[in-house]
Nanobody, 128 residues
């Protein structure tokens, strides 16, 4: 079992920045990838960014060049640095972890059904 706790959400003006954190605990040594997903009201959950334990990353086209995913092995915490935020980034952001086997150099999985554990979510609101 893995427990994921997100933090760092809040209200920010368009053009501003936020950094989300996701602290993992429990059976963390079997985790092969972490991801950030978001769900806006009335919309389906979508991938934002994912990262493997080896550092390979995958980003949604809508956030490329603005968001950066990273991972601190010592703290077993995954971060999402969000810059140049837009009102359309408003959503609940969820952290996820997967045990799925990933070959070295291969991008992390993008589909949410491939992730085994989820955090409770943190709200990000971007005002115009």
């Amino acid at each position: 079992q893995v427990q994921l706790v997100e933090s760092g959400g809040g209200l920010v003006q368009a053009g501003g920045s936020l950094r989300l954190s996701c602290a993992a605990s429990g059976s963390i040594f079997s985790i092969n990838a972490m991801g950030w997903y978001r769900q806006a009201p009335g919309k389906q959950r979508e991938m934002v960014a994912t990262i493997t334990s080896g550092g390979s990353t995958n980003y949604a086209d809508s956030v490329k060049g603005r968001f950066t995913i990273s991972h601190d092995d010592a703290k077993y915490t995954t971060y999402l640095q969000m810059d140049s935020l837009k009102p359309e980034d408003t959503a609940v952001y969820y952290c996820a972890a997967t045990y799925i086997s990933i070959q070295p150099g291969v991008a992390p999985p993008a589909a949410d059904w491939q992730y085994d554990y989820w955090g409770q979510g943190t709200q990000v609101t971007v005002s115009s």
